[in-house]
């Protein structure tokens, strides 16, 4: 079944430390999105790419960095800049440009700072 | 700038009874979706409305689109407690990524 495989279900961080989470689809998306959710709130943009090679920041994208070298592919590194990263991080894509279908969701990433 | 606003943020029903929750958004859309997300879990596509007028419906929940007053509703009829969840609702403008509101937690009692 196609879909979006995000790793790893819960991440622990220590202080100062850079983390990467994993996001891979095998749906042929064209285009992948990563968002942050805090607890009780909407979801927030951190990064968001429509093709290979090409990525455009989005709304919260300090202390986080991405890439994009494969279609299937679009990994988040949390780095020390990020001064508060404890939240759920859902990665996501979607389709052509229609939107017909609007994004489909991976399962989420709980990351923790220790 | 794109907003997206939703009321109430907090809802809690009796077993049984009817409510709305509110969609409202700042420029002008032609579509509207709506997501479901249960507790620590994922966000599931409720419904995808694409033009106005739009109104779907799966069991118990019914979405409408009116993009003239940039509003959208979701229906909740005779509620039950497996309808318990957070309910956003999102859109975009053109190509921009998806926008979201702040969420409805729902919260159906016996």
């Known amino acids: 079944d196609g879909g979006i495989t995000q790793s790893p279900k819960y991440l622990f961080r220590k202080e100062g430390q850079n983390v990467t989470l994993s996001c891979e689809q095998n749906l042929n998306h064209d285009a992948m999105y990563w968002y942050r959710q805090d607890p009780g709130q909407g979801l927030r943009l951190i990064y968001y790419?429509?093709?290979?090679?090409?990525?455009q920041k989005g709304d919260i994208a300090e202390g986080y960095s991405v890439s994009r070298e494969k279609k299937e592919s679009f990994p988040l590194t949390v780095t020390s800049a990020q001064k508060n990263p404890t939240a759920f991080y859902l990665c996501a894509s979607r389709d052509g440009p229609t939107m017909e279908y609007g994004y489909t969701f991976g399962s989420g990433t709980r990351l923790t700072v220790v | 700038e794109l907003k997206v606003e939703q009321n109430p943020l907090f809802l809690s029903m009796q077993e049984g009874k009817n409510y709305t929750i509110y969609c409202n958004y700042s420029?002008?859309?032609?579509?509207l979706y709506w997501y479901r997300q249960d507790p620590g879990k994922s966000l599931e596509s409720l419904f995808v409305l694409l033009s106005n007028g739009a109104v779907k419906q799966e069991g118990r929940l019914m979405a409408s689109l009116d993009t003239k007053a940039r509003l959208s509703t979701l229906h909740i009829t005779a509620a039950v407690h497996d309808l318990s969840a957070t309910y956003f609702c999102a859109r975009n403008s053109g190509n921009t990524p998806l926008v979201f509101g702040k969420g409805t937690r729902l919260s159906v009692i016996a």
């Open positions: 420029t002008t859309s032609d579509r």
């Open positions: 790419s429509q093709i290979v090679n090409d990525f």
